[in-house]
Structures are given as structure tokens and as C-alpha cells.
């Protein structure tokens, strides 16, 4: 990755600075965009960039221009637990909104650039949601779905221009978005909190574990490696024999 930028959004924490940690130990260069301001720190301490910026808030992402990077990573993400008929409204467009346009409207930034270069990887954290659906969670089932659709349309067109699109499909990852829907999975659930893991999360994949974020960064680090070149709109997952039943 010397040489090599990446941008890299819900870089303050969890998926995203895992991914941001692993890029800079690989060499690249980081521009990291979260609306935490705490995304400054992992940016100086990397020798990064930071933006601070709501991905939710369209003529935010506007706002950014044109955007010179080598490698897009689409992580940012929110969730929000509730059945279709208690889901309100505002959530759900707030999720589609983060979650799929942004990844759109970014990827339509640094496209042009990739397109000059000959090369370009566009990287876009989906979940086993993308593949699966599980009660509750319509905004974010709806979103990764979604967000599966846009990396094939994005392969097809930047696939002869050099630049590839795939998407990355972890099971739940020991994140603090994960540790919120513990929480709310058991208030909907009118279980305990210890119980929601072993009870609801872990009962579809064969392996009875959460996914570190690091696993997932060595996923994405993958993806850019000459070994990957060939890999396009297609979904690496990570699922632990989740999609397999």
C-alpha cells in the first residue's frame, strides 16, 4: 500500500479504525471521515487526514468535492431495533441515507480520480444482513441489501477502468454499535443482556464467536492486494457458516 491512499469513513472507532490501523501499517496513506470529532485523534496519530462530517446529511458529503483517494472504505453505520410498525419513519430514511447513499455519493467522488489513475479499490463493509434478514432490523436489512446492489452495479462499470468493487460480509463484530444492539435486542426481547449473544446472535453461525474488527480490517487489506485483482462484485464473507443453512 506505499504510495496507496485510502479514505475510510467511521474511522473514529470499531470496524473503521481497525481498517484505518491496518492501511497505515500496510503503508497507505489515510483520509478518515466520521462526524465524531474524536476521529482527529487516529488521524494525527496515523498521520492521516480527518474530516469530520454527517455521511447522513447529503450536501454534507457534497460539500467534500471531488476526492483523491486509491482505496474507498465504507464502513460507517448506525442500527436501530423495532418492529416494521413501531419503526419510525425518520430512522429508517436516517439509515438508508448513512448507510447506502452515502456509499454512493462517495464512490461517485472518487471514481473520477481512480478512472485517470487506471486503479482504484472500492471496499464496502456490508454485514450478513446484505445476505440475510433477521427480525426487526428493516432500515439496516434494507440498507445492506441495498449497498449489495450498488457494489455489483459499481463493479460492472469500474471493472474495465481498473478499479474493482466488492463488499464484506461479517457476522456481528465486537464493535460499540454491536454492544448498543445488545442492548436493545434484549429491551425488545424482554431478555437479559448476557443472554442476547448466546440466545439471538450466535445461533446461526457455526462458530460461536464474535468477529474481531481486526479480521475484518485483514479482509480489506486483502482486497487491495494484487493476489485480489480479480475480485469483483463480489461478497467476501465473514459469516461463520451463517449464509451456509
Request: glycine share 10%; aromatic share 4%.
Amino acid at each position: 500500500m506505499q504510495g496507496r491512499t485510502a479514505l475510510v469513513t467511521g474511522a473514529a472507532s470499531g470496524i473503521g479504525l481497525a481498517i484505518a490501523e491496518a492501511f497505515h501499517r500496510a503503508g497507505a496513506g489515510l483520509v478518515l471521515l466520521d462526524r465524531d470529532p474524536s476521529v482527529a485523534e487516529p488521524a494525527e496519530r496515523l498521520g492521516g487526514t480527518a474530516h469530520v462530517v454527517d455521511l447522513a446529511d447529503r450536501d454534507a458529503i457534497l460539500a467534500l468535492g471531488r476526492l483523491d483517494a486509491d482505496v474507498l472504505v465504507n464502513v460507517a453505520g448506525v442500527q436501530h431495533v423495532a418492529p416494521v410498525e413501531d419503526f419510525p419513519p425518520e430512522k429508517f430514511a436516517l439509515i438508508l441515507a448513512l448507510m447506502l447513499e452515502a456509499p454512493f455519493l462517495l464512490s461517485r467522488a472518487v471514481l473520477p480520480g481512480m478512472y485517470e489513475r487506471g486503479w482504484g479499490r472500492l471496499i464496502h463493509v456490508s454485514s450478513a444482513h446484505g445476505l440475510r434478514a433477521s427480525p426487526y432490523k428493516s432500515a439496516y436489512v434494507s440498507a445492506k441489501h441495498g449497498l449489495e446492489g450498488l457494489s455489483k452495479v459499481l463493479a460492472l462499470e469500474a471493472g474495465p477502468k481498473g478499479v474493482t468493487s466488492n463488499t464484506i460480509c461479517p457476522a456481528y463484530v465486537r464493535t460499540p454499535l454491536v454492544e448498543k444492539q445488545i442492548a436493545d435486542q434484549a429491551r425488545t426481547h424482554g431478555i437479559g443482556e448476557d443472554e442476547v449473544i448466546e440466545k439471538i446472535m450466535l445461533t446461526q453461525p457455526a462458530i460461536k464467536r464474535l468477529i474481531e474488527p481486526s479480521e475484518v480490517a485483514a479482509a480489506a487489506l486483502w482486497l487491495c492486494d494484487d493476489a485480489a485483482s480479480f475480485q469483483n462484485g463480489s461478497a467476501l464473507v465473514l459469516d461463520g457458516g451463517w449464509s451456509a443453512r
